[in-house]
Nanobody, 127 residues
Framework: QVQLVESGGGLVQPGGSLRLSCAAS????????IGWFRQAPGKEREGVSC????????KYADSVKGRFSISRDNAKNTVYLQMNSLKPEDTAVYYC????????????????????WGQGTQVTVSS
């Protein structure tokens, strides 16, 4: 079965950290650019961080630069999003999406149709 599965979300205090995982099954993630997106209640979905399919170049939203880091482990067929110094405004459902053979900039574009989406994982930052 071809799918993306996110994990690692949860409840964390402001200033805390979480690492989200996006694991692929049924296809090889190495050939795909991966984007992490989030959607908070009442807000539009936004691109958070993306990584290209070729040279692992990355892209970050201004709101998370210096706090979040995206990486991939091809041996585990998984992409990670390390989130540090979390803020209440980071609270959202986080989704990963895959698009074959493109740059980080392209996969991060909202209007570009993705090949696969995960089901999402909730991140709540609250004291």
């Amino acid at each position: 079965q071809v799918q993306l599965v996110e994990s690692g979300g949860g409840l964390v205090q402001p200033g805390g950290s979480l690492r989200l995982s996006c694991a692929a099954s049924g296809f090889t993630l190495h050939y795909y650019a991966i984007g992490w997106f989030r959607q908070a209640p009442g807000k539009e979905r936004e691109g958070v961080s993306c990584i290209s399919s070729s040279d692992n170049s990355t892209k970050y939203a201004d709101s998370v630069k210096g706090r979040f880091s995206i990486s991939r482990d091809n041996a585990k067929n998984t992409v990670y999003l390390q989130m540090n110094s979390l803020k209440p405004e980071d609270t959202a459902v986080y989704y990963c999406a895959a698009l074959r053979g493109v740059t980080a900039t392209i996969v991060c574009l909202q209007y570009v149709r993705k090949d696969y989406w995960g089901q999402g994982t909730q991140v709540t930052v609250s004291s």
